[in-house]
């Protein structure tokens, strides 16, 4: 590629056609002429340079000031500074190959120079773009979500994506440029990343679970989840490391991102906050089953926090040893799992005992059975016997 750059990008025919016609009409030496001309070509490509900057900076933005997206804006941002350099450079080239017969050292290192500093533009232009797709997802996507994750992880990948782009364009330039060998030095830096992989492996870890949570989002801030092995609570931070969960004895727990994107979590916020409640009464053999189904479920329809869609419905669960077992199932919000409950067991205890529906309790008799006594073993007195001499 040492030459094929050069030859590509040799415009000899056009320099000697305008060196002729600048000689012809000045009547300047050829070296003079040569050194006009690289004048020339490098005010004209800074011309154009700004010429572009124009453009891009403010034609190109009305263009798309109606699309509804800010990406484009930010493409727009991102391509203005490589163009400029790269018409530069470019330039640059083209005026040192018309002077470079005059110094043999910037003859032979043009084409070598040249690629380097369009290794270090593309670095340029590759980063611009993408910290145009994290800016616009900044602004168009994470402002639109309840976590500060993404507020907090972007910026460190834009630092960590930076530093590896600038790098590799480093250790290409030096290659080019023959100052280092890259295979050797590739090497080292594999085995100090494994190093520093080993040392920071929690941390990575952690990281790389916070990542999965910004692109997968099992859950939000206010969500309440149920994280395997964890007790069920409401997510109140997520951060680099850790997610921390309020438990509903207000207690705070601070789990691994590592363990969360290894767990089974069941967000039970989604798809929505509503969650099916068991409400179990047992009626005596004797009451009429389906007039108690249907007070219950009247009673369910009328309390405070109960969703009318789907309606609360009784159903005869089990027939007991000593009671016909019923369970309604009304579908309620989350949050209010122990008031609702209670509303509706005091509201079906008054109305049962209003219309005369028994709740029956289990009844245990206690029989002890007792043992005749015997009677006492009455022995035969013995006959006394006569006193020997």
């Known amino acids: 590629m040492t030459g094929s750059l050069t030859t590509f990008l040799d415009a000899t025919a056009l320099f000697n056609g305008l060196q002729q016609q600048i000689t012809a009409a000045t009547g300047f030496s050829p070296v003079v002429v040569d050194f006009i001309l690289a004048a020339l070509i490098i005010v004209a490509s800074v011309a154009l340079a700004k010429l572009v900057k124009y453009f891009v900076s403010f034609v190109a933005p009305r263009l798309v000031v109606h699309t509804k997206t800010s990406l484009d804006d930010e493409i727009i941002k991102a391509v203005n500074g490589p163009l400029q350099w790269t018409i530069v450079a470019l330039g640059t080239f083209e005026a040192l190959q018309a002077i470079g017969k005059y110094a043999g050292f910037i003859d032979y290192y043009l084409d070598r120079l040249l690629l380097v500093v369009l290794l270090f533009v593309t670095a340029y232009l590759v980063n611009n773009l993408i910290n145009a797709l994290m ?4 602004n168009d996507i994470s402002a639109r979500t309840e976590t500060k994750l993404d507020d907090m992880l972007i910026p460190f990948l834009q630092k ?12 290409m330039a030096l290659d080019q440029l023959d100052i280092v060998e890259v295979t050797p030095l590739i090497t080292g830096l594999g085995v100090a990343g494994i190093a520093v992989a080993l040392a920071a492996q929690s941390f990575l870890s952690d990281f790389f679970g916070a990542l999965s949570i910004m692109l997968d989002r099992p859950y939000r801030l206010g969500d ?7 007790e069920a609570g409401d997510v109140i931070e997520i951060g680099l490391r ?20 290894k767990s089974k979590v069941i967000n039970v916020s989604m798809p929505d906050a509503k969650v099916y409640l068991g409400i179990r009464v047992g009626v005596s053999y004797d009451a009429d089953v389906d007039r108690a189904a249907r007070i219950m479920e009247e009673i369910a329809a009328s309390t405070e926090g109960v969703s009318t869609s789907p309606p609360p419905k009784a159903f005869v669960n089990e027939l007991g040893n000593f009671a ?39 009844i245990t008799n206690v029989q002890i059975k007792r043992e005749p006594v015997p009677a006492p073993l009455v022995l035969p007195a013995q006959p006394a016997q006569a006193n020997r001499q």
């Not at 800016?135 to 900044?138: E, V």
């Open 135 to 138: 800016n616009w997802y900044k």
């Open 160 to 171: 960590i994506l930076t530093a590896v782009i600038f790098i590799l364009a480093l250790i």
């Open 224 to 230: 309440r989840v149920k994280i395997e092995g964890i």
């Open 242 to 261: 850790s997610t921390r969960i309020r438990t509903t004895d207000n207690r705070i727990i601070i789990v691994p991102n590592a363990k969360v994107s």
């Open 324 to 362: 016909v077992r019923l369970v309604m199932f009304p579908y309620v919000s989350y949050r209010q799992e122990w008031v609702v409950p209670d509303r509706i067991y005091r509201n079906i205890l008054k109305r049962f005992a209003a219309e005369g529906i028994e709740i029956p309790v289990p």
